[in-house]
C-alpha cells in the first residue's frame, strides 16, 4: 500500500513540475501536454478494456466526435473554450450511449469490429462534409480562447504553460473521478464481469448495462481527450477519427500496462517520446513503434508497469 | 406455499431433448437431490431453474412468481443462487473481493460510486463471517486462482450464499475433491440446511454425499424423471438400481 503511494505521488509530482523538467531534458511543454492528453485517452480506454475486459477499438469516434465539438462550436458558434469543450464531451457522451445501446450484446471479436466500423462512419462523414469540417484539410481558421474566469483573464492560446496547467486540472478530475469508481461497488462490479461473466450476472449483476455505464464513462473521458487535443493543436483533421488512431490508444495502455491504472499514462509518454525523437531521425518512426509493442507485448504481456509491480511485490 | 414449483419443463437442443416434462416442487427448508447418469439433463435442468436459458415447454413458479422467462439476475434478486459444476470465480481476485462483490450486491449497492463508513463496515463484517463459515479466513488476501481447487470450490459457495438466497442450487458441490474435501464441503451443506434450514437443490454424483443429506431424492435418465422419494425409496426402488445405483454400487465395491 505505501509502495502504492508513493508511486502515485512520484507521478503526480513528476505531472506538476513537467515545465520545469522538459526543456531540461531538450523537450517542449507541448510534447508534455501532448502526452497528458493521449494518456487521458487511453486511462480512458483502459477503463473499459483493462477494467471490464471489453476492447474497444473504436474509440477514436469519441475521441474524435469531442475534437470536432470543440472545434465547430469555437468557429461556427460561440469563441468560448470552456463551452467547446463542454459541447465536444456532450457530443462524444451522447453518440457513446446511443451506440453503446445497440452494440453492447455483442461480444469480443464482434464488439470489436463494430466499433471500428461506428467510428469509420464518423471518419468519412468528416472526410467528405467539406463544406462544415473542412474534409481532409481539417478545420483550420479557429483556435483556443483565453479563459475569462470574472476575476482573471487567463490567455491559455499564447502560454503555453497555462494551458498545460488547465489540461493537467481536467486530468486530474477525470483520473479521480475513474479511480473513485474503480474502488467503489460499482467499479467491483466491473471487475466481476472481466474476470467472469457468466459468474457476474449469476451473481445478480445484470451485465449489459454494467458494460453500457462502464462503456459511456469510458467514452466520455475519451472525448474530453479529444476536446484538449482539438484545442492543444487548434486544429481536427480526419485522422482524429481513423482507426489507426483507436489503436494508438489500445497501443498505449497494452505498451504500459492495461491492469494498471497509470499503464496507459507511461504507454502514452513512450508513444509520444517514440514517435518525436525517432520521427526527427527516420520516417519510418512507425516501425521502430512496431518493433517496441511486438517486443512489449511477447516479453511483458503486462506491459511495463506490470513488470514494474510484479518486481516490487517479488 | 411452495418455494419452488417446476411445472412439467422440456429442454430441446435442435432434435435433441435434453429435458422433457419434469416437475418437481421444492417445500421451505427441503434438501432436495438430483441423481441420474451422465447425459441425463441434471446440469440442463438447473440451466432452466437458474435462468441460463429458458424452457421450450413448461413453468416455473418461485416464490408464486412466474420466472419461467426472467433473465437470471432477476432470479436473483428474487432469492435464487447458484454454483456450477466447473467452478466459476473471479481467479484474478482476491477470495475477499470474490466475496465482497456478491455482498454489495445483496445490499444493494451496485450501482454505489462510494459506500458510507457504516455501509463498509456492514459489508466487511458480513465478508469476514463469509470466510469463517467458508474457513477461507486464512486465503481472504490470496488470489482465489491461486487457491487449491477444495478452497475454490469452497469460495464459489460462500459466494452464492453471499446473496443470502431463499434456494440454493448447487451443481456437483464435491466434483473432483478428494476425501477430505468432501467431507467438509458435506457438513458445510448440512449445517446451512439443518441449521440455517436453508432450502437447497443439489446435483451430485457421490451417493454417499446424497445419501446422508438429501431429504428427498428425484432420479432423472434421459431427460425425464424416473423415481422421486425419500433416500429409502430410492434405495429400494429396483428400476433405479437397474438404471444407475446398481452399476455405482458395483463399481465403488
Known amino acids: 500500500m505505501n509502495g502504492r503511494q508513493a508511486a502515485n505521488g512520484a507521478i503526480w509530482i513528476a505531472l506538476l513540475t513537467m515545465p520545469w523538467w522538459m526543456n531540461a531534458l531538450g523537450g517542449y511543454t507541448e510534447l508534455g501536454t501532448q502526452v497528458v492528453v493521449l494518456a487521458l485517452t487511453a486511462m480512458a480506454l483502459n477503463f473499459l478494456l483493462g477494467f471490464t475486459g471489453v476492447l474497444s477499438f473504436g474509440h477514436a469516434a469519441y475521441f474524435g466526435l469531442g475534437a470536432y465539438g470543440v472545434g465547430l462550436t469555437i468557429r461556427y458558434l460561440v469563441p468560448s ?12 457522451t451522447v453518440a457513446a450511449a446511443v451506440i453503446g445501446a445497440l452494440i453492447i450484446r455483442l461480444r469480443g471479436v464482434y464488439f470489436a469490429m463494430v466499433t471500428i466500423a461506428f467510428a469509420q462512419v464518423f471518419y468519412f462523414i468528416a472526410f467528405r462534409w467539406n463544406k462544415v469540417t473542412g474534409g481532409d484539410d481539417g478545420l483550420i481558421s479557429w483556435t483556443r480562447q483565453p479563459l475569462d474566469l470574472g476575476f482573471a483573464r487567463i490567455d491559455i492560446l499564447h502560454n503555453a504553460i497555462a494551458f498545460y496547467y488547465l489540461v493537467l486540472v481536467l486530468f486530474a478530475l477525470a483520473a479521480a473521478i475513474m479511480a473513485l469508481l474503480l474502488r467503489s461497488p460499482f467499479g467491483r462490479t466491473l471487475l466481476a464481469i472481466r474476470e467472469n461473466e457468466r459468474r457476474a450476472r449469476f451473481l445478480g449483476i445484470p451485465v449489459e448495462l454494467h458494460m453500457w455505464l462502464s462503456f459511456v464513462i469510458s467514452c466520455l473521458f475519451a472525448s474530453l481527450g479529444g476536446t484538449l487535443y482539438a484545442l ?60 517496441f509493442f511486438v517486443l512489449v507485448v511477447l516479453f511483458f504481456p503486462r506491459g511495463v508497469l506490470g513488470v514494474l509491480r510484479r518486481r516490487a511485490v517479488s | 406455499m411452495s418455494l419452488l414449483r417446476v411445472e412439467n419443463v422440456s429442454r430441446h437442443f435442435g432434435s435433441l431433448i435434453a429435458v422433457s416434462g419434469v416437475s418437481l416442487v421444492v417445500e421451505p427448508g427441503e434438501l432436495r437431490a438430483v441423481i441420474g447418469p451422465n447425459g441425463a439433463g441434471k446440469t440442463t435442468f438447473f440451466n432452466l431453474i437458474s435462468g441460463f436459458f429458458p424452457p421450450t415447454k413448461g413453468r416455473i413458479v418461485f416464490d408464486e412468481y412466474d420466472v419461467t422467462k426472467l433473465a437470471p439476475h432477476r432470479r436473483v434478486k428474487l432469492g435464487m443462487a447458484r454454483t456450477f459444476q466447473i467452478t466459476e470465480i473471479f481467479p484474478e481476485l482476491r477470495v475477499r473481493e470474490n466475496l465482497r462483490i456478491p455482498v454489495e450486491v445483496a445490499s444493494g449497492h451496485r450501482l454505489r460510486p462510494w459506500l458510507s463508513r457504516d455501509a463498509d463496515e456492514e459489508v466487511r463484517a458480513r465478508v469476514s463471517e463469509l470466510l469463517e463459515m467458508g474457513g477461507l479466513t486464512g486465503h481472504a488476501d490470496r488470489l482465489v486462482g491461486e487457491l487449491s481447487h477444495g478452497d475454490q470450490r469452497a469460495t464459489e459457495i460462500m459466494m452464492a450464499l453471499a446473496l443470502k438466497p431463499r434456494l440454493l442450487l448447487l451443481d456437483e458441490p464435491t466434483a473432483g475433491m478428494g476425501d477430505q474435501e468432501t467431507y467438509n464441503i458435506t457438513q458445510l451443506i448440512r449445517r446451512l440446511h439443518k441449521d440455517q434450514k436453508l432450502s437447497i437443490v443439489l446435483i451430485e454424483h457421490d451417493m454417499r454425499v446424497v445419501f446422508h443429506l438429501a431429504d428427498r431424492i428425484m432420479v432423472l435418465a434421459e431427460g425425464a424423471v424416473l423415481a422421486e422419494g425419500t433416500p429409502d425409496e430410492i434405495a429400494k426402488n429396483e428400476q433405479v438400481q437397474a438404471a444407475y445405483l446398481g452399476n455405482v454400487q458395483e463399481k465403488s465395491a
Open chain 1, 81 to 92: 473554450t470552456p463551452l467547446g469543450i463542454l459541447v465536444g464531451v456532450a457530443v462524444g
Open chain 1, 232 to 291: 492543444l493543436n487548434n486544429f481536427v483533421d480526419p485522422r482524429a477519427l481513423h482507426w489507426n488512431m483507436s489503436g494508438n490508444f489500445v497501443i498505449m495502455a497494452v505498451l504500459g500496462g492495461m491492469r494498471s491504472f497509470w499503464g496507459p499514462l507511461i504507454g502514452a509518454a513512450i508513444f509520444v517520446v517514440l514517435q518525436d525523437y525517432v520521427s526527427s531521425m527516420t520516417e519510418n518512426w512507425q516501425s521502430f513503434l512496431g518493433l
